[in-house]
């Protein structure tokens, strides 16, 4: 079993920083991609930007240009650096990964329990 747990999360002002991050543990023989999702007062989940084992990095329109996701691979990481922070980007983030836990296993998709950002004056 993979575990991933986020931190970094909390209460921002318009065009303010935040920096979440995300730790992989527990059973993991291989961890491909890592990404953010964001899920608002609804219960649509979104992507907010992904990243493969390789470094290649996607992110969601609304995002671009704004936050930048990165990975460290020997410590099973992923970081969401966010910056010029809106009031419309105020939700949960969850961090995800798509990973082995055993050799013999499949690959399965992985959510941690999630952080809140709020943006507000």
């Known amino acids: 079993q993979v575990h991933l747990v986020e931190s970094g999360g909390g209460l921002v002002q318009p065009g303010g920083s935040l920096r979440l991050s995300c730790a992989a543990s527990?059973?993991?023989?291989?961890?491909?991609?890592m990404g953010w999702y964001r899920q608002g007062p609804g219960p649509q989940r979104d992507l907010v930007a992904t990243i493969t084992s390789n470094g290649v990095t996607n992110y969601a329109d609304a995002v671009k240009g704004r936050f930048t996701i990165s990975r460290d691979n020997g410590a099973n990481m992923v970081y969401l650096q966010m910056n010029s922070l809106k009031p419309e980007d105020t939700a949960v983030y969850f961090c995800?990964?798509?990973?082995?836990?055993?050799?013999?296993?499949?690959?399965?998709?992985?959510w941690g329990q999630g952080t809140q950002v709020t943006v507000s004056a």
């Open positions: 527990g059973s993991i023989f291989s961890i491909n991609a």
């Open positions: 995800s990964t798509i990973a082995r836990a055993r050799m013999y296993m499949r690959d399965a998709r992985y």
